[in-house]
């Protein structure tokens, strides 16, 4: 996979390339911005592109190099993912060995699909911190001369993941680089990370993605109906893994789910809404709560923008939105929108979800119905 493998993000290749052709590559790159959005896909290209034996701005795929590295096999590309915890694991084990057989595995399976598409996500039960064990790994090889490649690069996805103890071992690491060692962490969470850890790094925040781009990937890789594909474009919001998420799924389901949430919601009854939200906390983990929230966002989007041209014709032939947009003329949906980005934030920090939906409930209520009692 080359750069133009890479969904978007032009500015941020741009400037991978050029550090490369320069020979300016910084010892530590923080790629931040929401989920699904390609940030791991742009390191893990990153750092085949560094170890390529052409030594070009770009890999070139067909060196022994680069065929290793798309596969995850480079001796010197080491990718670091949170783990569970070992049996009875102790201070300087090995991360990987004190796991049990299946665990190891679902490992094994979960990096072979990373390496046969860099968009998938790596999801391993009862992994939710990347260990302190793993970081003293990452310290001692470092600290080793490259086996075949010009660096010894470390990929740290979900850099957030690390507790305080990994992130202030790691800190020391950034604090005094070495030579041959680049470290690329990614993240959909920055602000969870260290400032000090941040300020080490170069920042290059990775934009979402435009609806057009998701739209192409989604016809060209995934095999979508161009229809179905630009329905999911334009409520991924931006993110072209929850775009993906939508065409595997029943997106018009999807739909009905948030136009039933949000019927509750104005209706104001507080026991069917409990239920509701219940149900749904129950239905999704909290990594896919933020995507559901996002589509909410973009259906309340979709109810402005046809607030503000009644004569939208793909909007208007949505009669739920035409309905809603006719009962409620004075909703005050851009706040709306804003107030969903509050309760993304809340899931970021770890609020409890119940809470975040329940808040979120009263806040969307007072902005939809109480507006229509001010007129």
């Known amino acids: ?68 590295a798309a596969k995850l096999r480079h001796p010197d590309i080491r990718i670091i993912v949170p783990l569970p915890t070992g049996k009875a694991e102790e201070s300087g084990d090995d991360p990987i060995r004190t796991l049990d057989e299946d665990t190891v595995d679902i490992i094994r399976e979960q990096l072979d699909a990373k390496a046969a598409d860099p968009y998938n996500e790596i999801t391993i039960p009862k992994a939710q911190f990347i260990k302190i064990n793993s970081v003293r790994d990452l310290k001692r090889e470092s600290s080793m001369s490259p086996v075949e490649g010009r660096y010894k690069v470390f990929v740290i996805l979900r850099a957030d993941a690390m507790n305080q103890e990994s992130a202030n071992s ?31 790094c170069q920042q290059l925040e990775c934009s979402p993605l435009q609806e057009s781009e998701i739209c192409a990937a989604l016809v060209e890789r995934d095999g979508a109906e161009t229809h179905v594909a630009t329905d999911a474009a334009r409520l991924a919001d931006g993110s072209y893994r929850q775009a993906r998420r939508l065409i595997g799924g029943d997106l018009a389901e999807e739909r009905k789910e948030i136009v039933r949430f949000l019927r509750l919601v104005v209706a104001g009854k507080v026991l069917p809404l409990a239920a509701e939200i219940e149900r749904l906390v129950s239905s999704y983990d909290r990594r896919q709560w933020e995507e559901w929230l996002s589509l909410l966002q973009t259906w309340l989007r979709d109810a402005m923008l046809l607030q503000t041209d009644p004569a939208h014709a793909r909007l208007a032939a949505d009669e739920t939105l035409l309905s809603f947009s006719q009962r409620y003329p004075t909703a005050r949906l851009q706040e709306a929108v804003a107030t969903v980005d509050g309760a993304i934030a809340d899931l970021r920090r770890n609020v409890y979800i119940p809470l975040i939906l329940t808040t979120l409930s009263q806040q969307l209520r007072h902005l939809v119905v109480s507006s229509l009692r001010s007129t």
């Open 170 to 200: 790691l800190l020391k690491t950034l604090e005094e680089p070495l030579e041959n060692a680049v470290l690329l962490l990614t993240t959909a969470y920055r602000e969870r990370l260290l400032a000090t850890l941040q300020s080490r």
């Open 1 to 68: 996979m080359a750069w133009t493998a890479i969904i978007g993000q032009e500015r941020v290749k741009e400037l991978l390339r050029k550090a490369i052709a320069r020979r300016s590559v910084a010892h530590a790159y923080l790629f931040h911005g929401q989920e699904g959005i390609g940030k791991d896909a742009i390191a893990l290209e990153f750092a085949k592109a560094l170890q390529c034996e052409r030594g070009t701005d770009e890999a070139c795929d067909a060196c022994s190099s680069c065929a290793k």
